[in-house]
């Protein structure tokens, strides 16, 4: 092959899938090994207590505001007693998040063919579980992804239908479009706060642009946005909020220390997740130069003054942290920091494209350098096996076994207290608990009672108290320790083995 071509050969698309299959697999093989945690308790023992429109109530008046989220939490398979059911809905979960995304990367992307499409859609997911802040509460804690990762799946939603309206052209396929479009946004504002801050910069942006050049979706829009505006003044001014501040540290509500977490925080976004975001912007525009280029129906959403699309979002990145640090007075981190990374490599690759759209002869004239490309490529594998990132991590708790042992000792665990009899009931503490699926465990301490990772699961059973017969010896491993663990536990089986066959 010559060192320069017109087109990528077939093979690094190859390549990059089976990247992506080597993300994925893991994370869904972990699904079977899911097991229900604190607030599934919780809110199963709540929405079984109460009607729909009680809990709806109860929530917005002494917890949140959040709607949307509080209706789609009445789905948790565990009110029903259901294992099978909550380790179902985890894989289902992974596959909508796939499978969204796809639709999207081929709704905008359709000139591409489809082994490509496949690609890009793997490249990106490969990207987002490889960095994903919290693991466990994004693809695994119920009630946590349903707060902060589903919100990312409805955006992705949103965005096909968006998609969609500037390309269709009957009044009945135009009219569902647009119903889908609000409800999406709505059910988008009712999640979480940050998803919401998210989606009224983006809406806010897409007002600007076609204002800009005097589209008819123009008037439509506007209805979307000022729909969702009065939707989010109901999420942000709900009682509970407040009710729920008082219960956080004293930083809480302080608007200068906010500001000034906010402003650290993106310095540190970039810094974490920037080396990745930049090598695959590179790859991206070295395998898919050829196919990102858009129809005048698309291309309008990126012809837009680059300094105002980085200030949204940056600006955007801003609110979403101060958000954060002035209703809890902490930094973001967990589910949050999902949502947030979720944003950063959408607004990341939309800026991306907006540059491309700025010089579109440019990128259309470079042809594909092999010499660059291979050792690009080189890099992204060597970021996407980082011994120490997500995906790592989730082939070491399986291989280790944390998983299945895991499993099983929640499992006992479980139909022990389902069987007895006990009203205060002293359980075997776990020996292990994979950062993958993370769980918060019970404590020794009767005098714990209150804390909520003892109260829900004691509620949940009908128990007086629920406690640990012993404390918890569980240490912190790191994952080269880990695998240093594995080496040697595999050698000394293979000693036995050659020690036995030579006996």
């Given at each position: 092959?010559?060192?320069?071509?017109?087109?990528?050969?077939?093979?690094?698309?190859?390549?990059?899938?089976?990247?992506?299959?080597?993300?994925?697999?893991?994370?869904?093989?972990?699904?079977?090994?899911?097991?229900?945690?604190?607030?599934?308790?919780?809110?199963?023992?709540?929405?079984?207590?109460?009607?729909?429109?009680?809990?709806?109530?109860?929530?917005?008046?002494?917890?949140?505001?959040?709607y949307?989220?509080?209706a789609?939490?009445?789905?948790?398979?565990?009110?029903?007693?259901?294992?099978?059911?909550?380790?179902i809905?985890?894989?289902?979960?992974?596959?909508?998040?796939?499978?969204?995304l796809?639709?999207?990367?081929?709704?905008?992307?359709?000139?591409?063919?489809?082994?490509?499409?496949?690609?890009?859609?793997?490249?990106?997911?490969?990207?987002?579980?490889?960095?994903?802040?919290?693991?466990?509460?994004?693809?695994?804690?119920?009630?946590?992804?349903?707060?902060?990762?589903?919100?990312?799946?409805?955006?992705?939603?949103?965005?096909?239908?968006?998609?969609?309206?500037?390309?269709?052209?009957?009044?009945t396929a135009?009219?569902?479009?647009?119903?889908?479009?609000?409800?999406?946004?709505?059910?988008?504002?009712?999640?979480?706060?940050?998803?919401?801050?998210?989606?009224?910069?983006?809406?806010?942006?897409?007002?600007?642009?076609?204002?800009?050049?005097?589209?008819?979706?123009?008037?439509?829009?506007?209805?979307?946005?000022?729909?969702?505006?009065?939707?989010?003044l109901?999420?942000?001014?709900?009682?509970?909020?407040?009710?729920?501040?008082?219960?956080?540290?004293?930083?809480?509500?302080?608007?200068?220390?906010?500001?000034?977490?906010?402003?650290?925080?993106?310095?540190?976004?970039?810094?974490?997740?920037?080396?990745?975001?930049?090598?695959?912007?590179?790859?991206?525009?070295l395998?898919?130069q050829?196919?990102?280029?858009?129809?005048?129906?698309?291309?309008?959403?990126?012809?837009?003054?680059?300094?105002?699309s980085?200030?949204?979002?940056?600006?955007?990145?801003?609110?979403?942290?101060?958000?954060?640090?002035?209703?809890?007075?902490?930094?973001?981190?967990?589910?949050?920091?999902?949502?947030?990374?979720?944003?950063?490599?959408?607004?990341?690759?939309?800026?991306?494209?907006?540059?491309?759209?700025?010089?579109p002869?440019?990128?259309?004239?470079?042809g594909?350098?092999?010499?660059?490309?291979?050792?690009?490529?080189?890099?992204?594998?060597?970021?996407?096996?980082?011994?120490?990132?997500?995906?790592?991590?989730?082939?070491?708790?399986?291989?280790?076994?944390?998983?299945?042992?895991?499993?099983?000792?929640?499992?006992?665990?479980?139909?022990?207290?389902?069987?007895?009899d006990?009203?205060?009931?002293?359980?075997?503490?776990?020996?292990?608990?994979?950062?993958?699926?993370?769980?918060?465990?019970?404590?020794?301490?009767?005098?714990?009672?209150?804390l909520?990772?003892?109260?829900?699961?004691?509620?949940?059973?009908?128990?007086?108290?629920?406690?640990l017969?012993?404390?918890?010896?569980?240490?912190?491993?790191?994952?080269?320790?880990?695998?240093?663990?594995l080496?040697?536990?595999?050698?000394?089986?293979?000693?036995?083995?050659?020690?036995?066959?030579?006996?």
């Amino acid at each position: 092959m010559s060192s320069t071509s017109s087109y990528p050969h077939n093979r690094y698309y190859d390549i990059l899938i089976i990247i992506g299959l080597y993300t994925i697999i893991p994370f869904f093989v972990l699904c079977i090994f899911n097991q229900p945690s604190v607030d599934d308790f919780e809110y199963a023992v709540r929405d079984n207590r109460n009607s729909f429109v009680a809990t709806q109530i109860e929530t917005y008046y002494n917890w949140s505001g959040r709607y949307f989220s509080t209706a789609i939490s009445r789905i948790n398979p565990i009110r029903v007693g259901s294992w099978i059911g909550y380790k179902i809905s985890s894989f289902l979960f992974l596959c909508a998040f796939i499978l969204t995304l796809h639709v999207f990367v081929s709704s905008l992307f359709y000139k591409l063919a489809s082994r490509q499409k496949l690609t890009l859609t793997l490249f990106i997911t490969a990207l987002y579980f490889s960095q994903m802040p919290d693991v466990s509460r994004g693809l695994y804690y119920m009630t946590a992804y349903l707060v902060y990762q589903l919100p990312n799946i409805l955006t992705l939603v949103l965005l096909v239908l968006l998609t969609m309206l500037f390309s269709l052209r009957g009044k009945t396929a135009k009219f569902l479009c647009k119903i889908g479009i609000l409800v999406a946004c709505l059910s988008i504002i009712g999640t979480n706060e940050l998803s919401l801050i998210y989606l009224l910069t983006t809406l806010s942006l897409l007002l600007l642009q076609l204002w800009r050049i005097q589209h008819q979706a123009f008037n439509f829009i506007l209805v979307v946005f000022i729909c969702s505006l009065v939707a989010s003044l109901g999420v942000v001014l709900a009682p509970g909020n407040y009710v729920r501040m008082e219960t956080t540290i004293s930083g809480a509500g302080n608007i200068m220390w906010s500001s000034m977490t906010a402003a650290i925080l993106i310095l540190k976004y970039f810094y974490k997740w920037g080396a990745l975001l930049t090598v695959a912007s590179i790859l991206y525009m070295l395998l898919w130069q050829r196919g990102i280029s858009f129809s005048n129906r698309f291309n309008n959403a990126f012809d837009i003054p680059l300094p105002v699309s980085v200030a949204v979002f940056i600006t955007t990145l801003f609110l979403m942290s101060f958000a954060y640090s002035w209703s809890t007075g902490g930094e973001t981190k967990g589910s949050v920091g999902n949502v947030i990374y979720f944003y950063f490599i959408m607004g990341w690759f939309y800026n991306l494209h907006v540059v491309i759209n700025r010089f579109p002869t440019h990128f259309q004239q470079i042809g594909f350098p092999s010499v660059l490309a291979i050792p690009v490529m080189l890099l992204f594998a060597r970021l996407i096996f980082n011994i120490d990132n997500n995906v790592s991590t989730a082939y070491l708790d399986l291989l280790s076994g944390k998983a299945t042992r895991h499993d099983k000792e929640l499992n006992k665990r479980y139909t022990f207290l389902r069987t007895s009899d006990c009203k205060v009931c002293a359980v075997e503490p776990l020996s292990g608990m994979p950062k993958t699926l993370y769980i918060y465990d019970l404590t020794h301490k009767l005098e714990d009672r209150g804390l909520l990772k003892n109260s829900a699961i004691r509620k949940y059973w009908g128990k007086e108290e629920i406690y640990l017969s012993e404390p918890s010896l569980i240490n912190e491993t790191s994952n080269s320790e880990v695998l240093h663990q594995l080496g040697a536990e595999l050698r000394a089986n293979l000693g036995e083995k050659m020690g036995s066959f030579f006996m």
